[in-house]
């Protein structure tokens, strides 16, 4: 599939999509624009895996030095990363189940980063939801 259809086809049928294998810009042009059916950059956990060594985990943002020390940075990618390299690459899926389920209840609880955030919603900072998603992993 040519990237510009991929592109389409990603915004037109995203279930269709399992996983999705690309060059380095081409997966960065994908991320960015799925990112938005998931709300946020700061949603997108990410991998790259190999068969004959430890894997990369980390959340689709990179390190956002735009927004460092304000406290302002989403971090559920970086756990939903997280929980992917414990279930991947340690063989230890009930953490990798125990982080994804604490990201989920707190956004089931309306704790919401500030790319997050709308009407309705409570607005946290990057300390916060960590303090909170300790909480509940704990």
């Not at 624009?33 to 990410?46: C, I, K, N, Q, R």
């Not at 943002?61 to 970086?78: F, R, V």
């Not at 919603?121 to 990057?126: D, S, W």
């Amino acid at each position: 599939m040519y990237i510009d259809n991929a592109a389409m086809q990603l915004l037109r049928n995203p279930k269709y999509f399992d996983v999705v294998v690309t060059g380095n810009i081409f997966g960065d042009i994908l991320s960015d624009e799925a990112s938005m059916l998931a709300g946020s950059l700061g949603m997108l956990p990410s991998a790259s895996i190999s068969n004959s060594g430890p894997g990369i985990f980390e959340p689709v943002h990179g390190s956002a030095p735009d927004i460092a020390g304000q406290d302002i940075a989403n971090p559920l990618a970086m756990v939903l990363s997280a929980a992917m390299m414990c279930r991947y690459d340690l063989s230890i899926p009930k953490v990798a189940d125990r982080l994804e389920q604490a990201v989920n209840d707190a956004l089931d609880k309306g704790y919401r980063t500030k790319d997050l955030w709308k009407e309705g919603t409570r607005l946290v900072k990057c300390s916060e939801i960590g303090e909170l998603l300790t909480e509940m992993v704990a």
